[in-house]
């Protein structure tokens, strides 16, 4: 089936630096990925969709200029944390729609632990 | 999503049949409704989706209730494996909206 990775799969880093966490499809082309992010013993919360050639689209809540999201290429998304604070210490979590069109792909997880 | 609820958790013993239950009372006529399972540590895995019929794959059954207000996960012989949370999810277009998961533990 197809497959979703991430890298890192975990990071630690200092508050007030910044984090990138790379999505690729590596099988499929997704011209849409979608970022969730995971706090403990919690649900998957939609973040972001990531939009191949033109501007992510966020939900409410998500700060935009925190969390920077580049769709580079049709099988590669970043997802940038800027000036992480401890706060955003989390599991964040990315997936790309299936060639089926109704499922998703996951991919494994990045664990951000901000000191 | 507030408006999908699931229990916070259940149990089984090894080898019987489990039945996770979802309640989706504000599901729209062309939302589907998926089941993915997550290991701690792991991303989402696909378990199975449906529309209206009941599904059935090598994994699990999907049952819909006639009014798709409700839907249970059929695991018809639990393996230790099979522990895992287990999230409903209303899914509109490409865009999945996760209820609050049920973690299911297997009893040997």
């Known amino acids: 089936g197809a497959v979703v990775s991430q890298h890192p799969s975990r990071v630690i880093c200092k508050s007030g630096t910044s984090v990138k966490i790379e999505c690729r499809s590596l099988d499929f082309q997704a011209t849409t990925m979608f970022w969730y992010r995971q706090f403990p013993k919690q649900s998957l919360m939609l973040m972001a969709t990531?939009?191949?050639?033109?501007?992510?689209?966020?939900e409410q809540g998500v700060e935009k200029d925190k969390f920077l999201i580049n769709h580079a290429s049709l099988t590669l998304s970043t997802l940038t944390v800027t000036s992480a604070h401890p706060e955003d210490s989390s599991f964040y979590i990315c997936?790309?729609?299936?060639?089926?069109?109704?499922?998703?792909?996951f991919g494994p997880g990045t664990r951000l632990l901000v000191l | 999503d507030a408006k999908t609820t699931q229990p916070n958790s259940m149990e089984s013993n090894e080898e019987e049949p489990v039945h996770l239950p979802c309640n989706h009372s504000t599901i729209s006529g062309t939302d589907y409704i998926h089941w993915y399972r997550q290991l701690p540590s792991q991303g989402p895995e696909y378990v199975i989706h449906?529309?209206?019929s009941n599904v059935n794959n090598r994994m699990a059954s999907l049952a819909i209730a006639e009014d798709r207000k409700s839907s249970t996960l059929i695991l018809h012989r639990a393996t230790l494996r099979d522990a895992a949370v287990y999230y409903c999810?209303?899914?509109?277009?490409?865009?999945?909206?996760f209820g609050p998961g049920t973690r299911l533990s297997v009893l040997p």
């Open positions: 990531s939009n191949e050639g033109s501007k992510a689209t966020y």
């Open positions: 999810i209303r899914a509109y277009g490409q865009n999945f909206v």
């Open positions: 997936s790309a729609p299936g060639g089926a069109g109704e499922t998703q792909y």
């Open positions: 449906g529309l209206t």
